[in-house]
């Protein structure tokens, strides 16, 4: 089992940044993949941005040249640099550590972006 914790949700203005982190705890070996989604009131949950154990990153391209994600040295963290916050970005984010095939969920952070 892997239990997570984000932070670093938080309400700022368009144009705005802010750094998303999650640690992991327990079984944290073999987690191969990092995922960031997002879910916005009344709307499904959608992939922001993954990144493997070998670096490979993919972005939606909604956040494309804006949203930085990245891991930690530690095999049980990971975090996502947001900048040029739009109102569009408001959302509860939520990291998905994939180890062997199954992917957690933590509680999610809240982020919210005013014009």
């Known amino acids: 089992q892997v239990q997570l914790v984000e932070s670093g949700g938080g309400s700022v203005q368009a144009g705005g940044s802010l750094r998303l982190s999650c640690a992991a705890s327990?079984?944290?070996?073999?987690?191969?993949?990092w995922g960031w989604y997002r879910q916005a009131p009344g709307k499904q949950r959608e992939l922001v941005a993954t990144?493997?154990?070998?670096?490979?990153?993919n972005y939606a391209e909604y956040v494309k040249g804006r949203f930085t994600i990245s891991k930690g040295n530690a095999q049980n963290t990971a975090y996502l640099q947001m900048n040029n916050l739009k109102p569009d970005d408001t959302a509860v984010y939520y990291c998905n550590p994939v180890r062997r095939g199954v992917g957690y969920w933590g509680q999610g952070t809240q982020v919210t972006v005013s014009s």
């Open positions: 990144i493997t154990s070998g670096g490979t990153i």
């Open positions: 327990g079984s944290v070996f073999a987690i191969n993949t």
